[in-house]
Nanobody
């Protein structure tokens, strides 16, 4: 089993930055696919970014060029650096992990077996 714990959320003004962390425990996730999703009340969970264990990354169009996903396998942790934040980035951010994700399913939350509890990010205008 893998346990995921997010941290780093908070309140920031538009244009500001935040860095989220997601620490994994239970087993090494160095070979796992690691991803970030976000969700606002009343809406479906939305894909944000993914990092494969080989270093390849992929982003949602809405965050491309502003967010950067990275992983530190020695620390069993995945990060999401968020720059130029906008009010529409306000959401609960979740990290997700799975040992394998088909390339055509990376944006579907149901694909992932492991989830954190989420961390709130609020961007004020």
């Amino acid at each position: 089993q893998v346990q995921l714990v997010e941290s780093g959320g908070g309140l920031v003004q538009a244009g500001g930055s935040l860095k989220l962390s997601c620490a994994a425990s239970g087993r090494s996730v160095s070979s796992y696919v690691l991803a970030w999703f976000r969700q606002v009340p009343g809406k479906e969970r939305e894909f944000v970014a993914i990092a494969w264990n080989g270093g390849i990354t992929y982003y949602a169009d809405s965050v491309k060029g502003r967010f950067t996903i990275s992983r530190d396998n020695a620390k069993n942790t995945v990060y999401l650096q968020m720059n130029s934040l906008k009010p529409e980035d306000t959401a609960v951010y979740y990290c997700a992990a799975d040992h394998f994700v088909p390339p055509d399913r990376v944006t579907y939350g149901l694909t992932y077996d492991y989830w954190g509890q989420g961390t709130q990010v609020t961007v004020s205008s």
